[in-house]
């Protein structure tokens, strides 16, 4: 893997390294190898498969959320998508319905992986059952209860009143102050072991050895989640690093650690990781796209537009790299092209949050 660098020239494949142009004003003739049909045509070809459908992109646009929240929902089977494509993934309306009411528990205090325990919890079915059930779910405080009929149930189908003493509610909850934090210590065979432990500022509530749990993946991708969730971007980058250096090099983790990097505006790092990640696999066409919209920032257009036509080439329909696309050619000056795109984007995503924008867009160039 590609370390990550402020060398411009580290980590990419030689041949583009050379290929790359000295930074000045793009040429015209680059976006000529757009491979797009006319706009008239779009009605046509556009498969009706994704049409009206959400991205990971856009579904947490929509909700207000970050897109690792989405993820990380997505890997818990909170939310199910209707159709893959490769790494590309896209939703219908019920799941956006299922997406309101995960935000609305997440927006009343609960973190992710305490939505994810307490709906365990709610239903027979586990955490997914539960979601799906969303409108039937009752927040008191962190607590959660569901309704079934005239009775309001609890974890383990534990009936409830409908009102919660103080005394019960602070039993039930963890104190918000306890922070997650990194712990060592020595196994049975001399090896040192990981694990995450709770710790408590205030020495409220400290867990024992006993309760330490090995850390893993699934924890560390979850902790990471939470983290950018919450805006702390910085320690979820380190928490993702941590994971790259436990497991060794993976494409989906190189992804999500160059989209922490965008946020934190370390273009070049980030531009490394997307590098990383499309070297580790060819068919990340998120990855593909995000690095073509990273080269544009940087200057690097005419990269970004090869970037952008070889994730088109390979996935014509998905929306979100002709809203890339259409980005990349307005900053060339090229506003006939780009608006095809605009007008492929809104054939495939008329009610996509970006969609109005669009088409202010389009009628901005007539």
């Known amino acids: 893997m590609p370390s990550v660098t402020d060398d411009p020239l580290a980590g990419q494949p030689r041949a583009v390294a050379a290929a790359r142009p000295p930074r000045q004003q793009p040429r015209r003739a680059a976006a000529q190898r757009c491979l797009l049909p006319a706009a008239e045509s779009w009605d046509a070809q556009a498969p009706d498969g994704v049409r009206r459908l959400y991205t990971p992109a856009m579904m947490a646009d929509v909700l207000s ?25 896209w939703f219908d309306f019920p799941q956006l319905v299922i997406g309101r009411q995960l935000v609305r528990l997440h927006s009343g205090g609960l973190s992710l992986r305490a939505i994810d325990a307490r709906l365990q919890g709610l239903s027979p079915g586990g955490a997914a059952e539960a979601a ?42 963890t104190p918000a102050d306890i922070l997650p934090v990194a712990h060592h210590r020595p196994s049975a065979d001399g090896m040192t072991t990981s694990v995450l432990i709770q710790f408590d500022p205030a020495d409220r509530n400290r867990l024992s050895d006993d309760s330490l749990e090995p850390v893993t993946s699934g924890s560390l991708l979850d902790l990471a989640a939470d983290l950018e969730a919450n805006g702390e971007y910085v320690e979820a980058a380190e928490a993702l690093r941590a994971l790259l250096q436990a497991e060794g090099p993976s494409a989906e983790v190189s992804f999500m650690l160059a989209e922490l990097l965008y946020r934190l505006n370390d273009l070049t790092a980030a531009r490394e990781r997307y590098y990383a990640a499309v070297e580790l696999d060819q068919n990340h066409l998120e990855a593909r796209s995000s690095l073509g919209c990273v080269l544009a920032e940087l200057g ?41 795109h605009l007008r492929a984007f809104l054939c495939l995503a008329p009610e996509s949050p970006w969609a109005d924008l669009a088409r202010q867009r389009l009628a901005d160039t007539r």
């Open 65 to 89: 959320v970050s897109v690792a929240a989405v993820r990380h929902w997505v890997r818990g089977g909170l939310l199910v998508p209707l159709k893959r494509a490769g790494s590309i993934e």
């Open 132 to 173: 799906r059930m969303g409108e039937r779910i009752v927040a008191d405080g962190l607590r959660l209860s569901i309704r079934r009929g005239s009775e309001l149930l609890g974890a383990g189908g534990q009936r409830q009143f409908a009102f919660y003493t103080a005394e019960l509610a602070a039993a039930d909850e």
């Open 300 to 340: 690097e257009h005419e990269l970004a537009v090869a970037a952008l036509e070889g994730v088109l080439r390979q996935q014509p329909d998905y929306a979100d790299a002709h809203w890339h696309m259409a980005g990349v050619l307005f900053d060339m000056e090229l506003p006939a092209d780009a608006s095809r």
